[in-house]
């Protein structure tokens, strides 16, 4: 059964950092294109960073850029979304995904294009 497990959310201040993981069972992470996406109250869902299976290429959305880092341990079968600098704005559930589109800038900030989503983990940024 192909999973997908986040950890790493909770409460934090404005300004503060949390690391996200992902950790996948049931198959090869390094195989897959992956995905961050995240979705506060009221809004639609949208992916905030991509890493491309192939090169291992990144692409953020607008307003997480110099501030979130994706990245992959392939020996940990993991997936990691660094986040520095939070903001009220940033407050999410946070979910990774496997994708099923490229890892684009022309589609990175939209929803959907994703085979298999974990359950999120919830950021919540405030003082």
């Not at 959310?9 to 996406?37: D, H, I, K, N």
């Not at 995904?97 to 298999?116: H, K, L, Q, V």
Request: with cysteine.
């Amino acid at each position: 059964q192909l999973q997908l497990v986040e950890s790493g959310g909770g409460l934090v201040q404005p300004g503060g950092s949390l690391r996200l993981s992902c950790t996948a069972s049931g198959f090869t992470l390094e195989r897959y294109t992956m995905g961050w996406f995240r979705q506060a109250p009221g809004k639609e869902r949208e992916e905030v960073s991509c890493i491309r299976r192939s090169d291992g290429r990144t692409n953020y959305v607008d307003s997480v850029k110099g501030r979130f880092t994706i990245s992959r341990d392939n020996a940990e079968n993991t997936v990691y979304l660094q986040m520095n600098s939070l903001k009220p704005e940033d407050t999410a559930v946070y979910h990774c995904a496997i994708m099923n589109r490229p890892c684009s800038p022309f589609t990175i900030g939209t929803s959907g294009g994703y085979d298999i989503l974990g359950q999120g983990t919830q950021v919540t940024v405030s003082s």
